[in-house]
T-cell receptor, first 116, second 114 residues
Framework: QQQVKQSPQSLIVQKGGISIINCAYE??????FPWYQQFPGKGPALLIA?????SEKKEGRFTISFNKSAKQFSLHIMDSQPGDSATYFC???????????????FGQGTTLQVKP | DTAVSQTPKYLVTQMGNDKSIKCEQNLGHDTMYWYKQDSKKFLKIMFSYNNKELIINETVPNRFSPKSPDKAHLNLHINSLELGDSAVYFCASSPYLRGSYEQYFGPGTRLTVT
């Protein structure tokens, strides 16, 4: 119930293409879903996040799509660039309520390579 | 200017040794975390502290002991190191415990146990 499943494990996309990474969760108490981006040798950094009261959030070339009934959410990177090559992690946590400990449950990660 | 810093960046040691990793944040945050990232890049929380109080203590061997001398520092001491402890350890901080806030990660400490 605490797991977040992420796919694919790795992804190769041509420059200018669309990168899509999918995540699924079981715990319906999760109400905050961030995506983190990690470059080699660096710590993860927050990219974009969504709460389940909206079905989509867009920031520049990055969009999260959220399907509450299916308990799935995905990251879309439009016009993918070589500089987007990194590992992407979806995550989930409980924002409100006594169960909130700030604990982030991460997906397994997706290594994205954008070819020039 | 570094927001979350960790020392050392690399740590190579032999099985059975005891080692410590230090973490400091200058963001004024209340909450700090330790994560372990294994060779498959899987990130898992180990501990969290809020204002020096232990909040999260995941199923971690008791050879791992966190210590928070003040809310800007969270250190990790590991006794009797084992091969399986080899990983990258990340410290992170966030403004508050309740609610959902960005977690700011440090650069990581790559621990190699031989």
């Amino acid at each position: 119930q605490q797991q977040v499943k992420q796919s694919p494990q790795s992804l190769i996309v041509q420059k200018g293409g669309i990168s899509i990474i999918n995540c699924a969760y079981e715990n319906t108490a999760f109400d905050y879903f961030p995506w983190y981006q990690q470059f080699p040798g660096k710590g993860p950094a927050l990219l974009i996040a969504i709460r389940p009261d909206v079905s989509e959030k867009k920031e520049g070339r990055f969009t999260i799509s959220f399907n509450k009934s299916a308990k799935q959410f995905s990251l879309h990177i439009m016009d993918s660039q070589p500089g987007d090559s990194a590992t992407y992690f979806c995550a989930a946590s409980i924002e409100f309520g006594s169960s909130n400990t700030g604990k982030l449950i991460f997906g397994q990660g997706t290594t994205l390579q954008v070819k020039p | 200017d570094t927001a979350v810093s960790q020392t050392p960046k690399y740590l190579v040691t032999q099985m059975g040794n005891d080692k410590s990793i230090k973490c400091e944040q200058n963001l004024g945050h209340d909450t700090m975390y330790w994560y372990k990232q294994d060779s498959k890049k899987f990130l898992k929380i180990m501990f969290s502290y809020n204002n020096k109080e232990l909040i999260i203590n995941e199923t971690v061997p008791n050879r791992f002991s966190p210590k928070s001398p003040d809310k800007a520092h969270l250190n990790l001491h590991i006794n009797s190191l084992e091969l399986g402890d080899s990983a990258v350890y990340f410290c992170a901080s966030s403004p508050y415990l309740r609610g959902s806030y960005e977690q700011y990660f440090g650069p990581g400490t790559r621990l190699t146990v031989t």
